[in-house]
Structures are given as structure tokens and as C-alpha cells.
């Protein structure tokens, strides 16, 4: 028999819904208090293209899993996995989920990873969750790590450890947004370091939220493996259209 709390639920629900409305965050459309988006923005999140280079991200052609460069470079992520395109409306609401204080939207944003590329991590044999860590004194300033609450809630939903207190951000470096290519590979360089008792001969997921030239996460991914890593497995949420 189901409980009497059961009966009315959905009367509850719906209640709540008209004292507290929803709005996507997108359109503006009222929505369940259960759902993030509307069922049309969801459908407007800009997929990532079929093929590209599983290590950079660099679009490739036909089947081919990694690209020119990377087949002979050293110290790269394993795997590089991306959900969405950095582009509108996501772009919009990634900007809005790091800087405007909206990180409660981490859980429904691991929501959508999970529900586009979750399959993908299941079948990695991961043993913990890393987020590429914020510096103390920019954490302090910003208040939260937008990549360890997302590497968090994917913790928790593929069933992993969540490991943040093993690979830290040793340097300040200049924010890379206004740096071209080489200047970011240079600003982030040895900005990394990891602890060899943590990661040593272990599979890590490498967690953060916007790809751009993967110069950050790649500097992370050679610190993780100066301690030993045996894969390192990137998972970004978007990655920059170039
Ligand atoms: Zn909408
Ligand atoms: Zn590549």
C-alpha cells in the first residue's frame, strides 16, 4: 500500500510550483521544479562532432582516433572526452555557473554530461575523480572550484572517490583567457604538482569545466603522471569551437 504522503505528492508539487515557479534559465519558459532546462533548450545544446582527435580534441577526418600531432607527443591525457560545444546558449550558461554564483547548477550540469557522454566513462576503468585544482588565493577571490563541484557530482555518479587534497596548483598564473596558445603553455607550465603515494600506477579522471587549447589540463595530466599515473582520462563539459 503506499503511503498517504505518497497520494499527494504531486498535488504538493504542483503547489509549490505556482508559490515558487521554476524559469529555465535559458528562455525564461516556466518549468518543473524538477527539470533544469525546457524541453526545447535541452534540444538546443550544440553537440561536439562526430570525430575528433580523442587526446586534443582537434576535429579529424573519418575514423581516425588521434590526430597528426598527438601521435608523437609524450605525457597527454589517454583519453579526452567532451559533452557539449562551448558555444550558445551553453556558452551563456557556463559564464553564469563559474562567475555570477550559480553552483548549485553543478549537479544538473553533471546532469547533462552524464546523460550525453556517461556511457563513455562507465566504460573506463576509472579508480577516482580528479578536478584541475583552482590556486588557494584565486579559490578565496571566486569563493568555489566551478571544476571540483562538477568533478564532485560526477564522483558521485559513476561511483568513484572524489580526490581533491593530491594535486594542487603550485603557481599563480595569469588567467589564460586573453593569452594565445604558446603563452598558455608557458603561463601553466610546472603550475601543477601531484602526490606519488596518491596516483602512482592508478586511472584517473580529470575533471574540468570549459576546454579551450587544453594547455591547462594537459599540464595537469603531466603532473599526474611525473607522480606515476598509469591514464589519465580527461572529461571536460565543453569544449571551445575553433
Ligand atoms: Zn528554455
Ligand atoms: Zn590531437
Not at 580534441?57 to 559533452?83: H, K, M, N
Not at 595569469?174 to 602512482?200: G, S, Y
Amino acid at each position: 500500500m503506499t503511503h498517504p504522503i505518497q497520494a499527494v505528492k504531486p498535488m504538493l508539487r504542483a503547489l509549490l510550483n505556482v508559490l515558487f515557479p521554476v524559469f529555465c534559465p535559458i528562455c525564461g519558459r516556466s518549468i518543473p521544479d524538477s527539470e533544469f532546462l525546457c524541453t526545447h533548450c535541452i534540444t538546443t545544446l550544440p553537440p561536439i562532432p562526430k570525430n575528433y582527435c580523442l587526446t586534443c580534441g582537434t576535429s579529424t577526418q573519418g575514423t581516425v582516433s588521434e590526430c597528426g600531432t598527438c601521435l608523437y607527443e609524450i605525457g597527454l591525457p589517454e583519453r579526452v572526452y567532451f559533452a557539449f560545444l562551448y558555444l550558445e546558449p551553453l556558452s551563456k550558461l557556463i559564464v553564469r555557473y563559474k562567475f555570477h554564483d550559480r553552483s548549485e547548477w553543478a549537479e544538473p550540469l553533471a546532469d547533462l554530461l552524464m546523460e550525453r557522454i556517461g556511457d563513455l566513462m562507465h566504460r573506463e576503468d576509472l579508480e577516482m575523480v580528479v578536478p584541475v585544482p583552482l590556486h588557494p588565493l584565486r579559490l578565496l577571490w571566486r569563493g568555489y572550484n566551478q571544476a571540483a563541484l562538477l568533478a564532485g557530482m560526477l564522483a558521485k555518479k559513476l561511483h568513484r572517490p572524489f580526490v581533491t587534497n593530491a594535486l594542487h596548483r603550485s603557481k599563480m598564473t595569469r588567467p589564460q583567457t586573453k593569452l594565445n596558445q604558446k603563452a598558455r603553455l608557458i603561463n601553466v607550465q610546472d603550475a601543477f604538482v601531484a602526490k606519488k603515494a596518491t596516483f602512482a600506477d592508478r586511472t584517473i579522471l580529470l575533471v574540468d569545466d570549459v576546454f579551450t587549447t587544453g594547455s591547462t589540463v594537459w599540464a595537469a595530466t603531466r603532473a599526474l603522471k611525473d607522480a606515476g599515473a598509469r591514464r589519465v582520462v580527461v572529461c571536460c563539459l565543453a569544449r571551445v569551437d575553433y
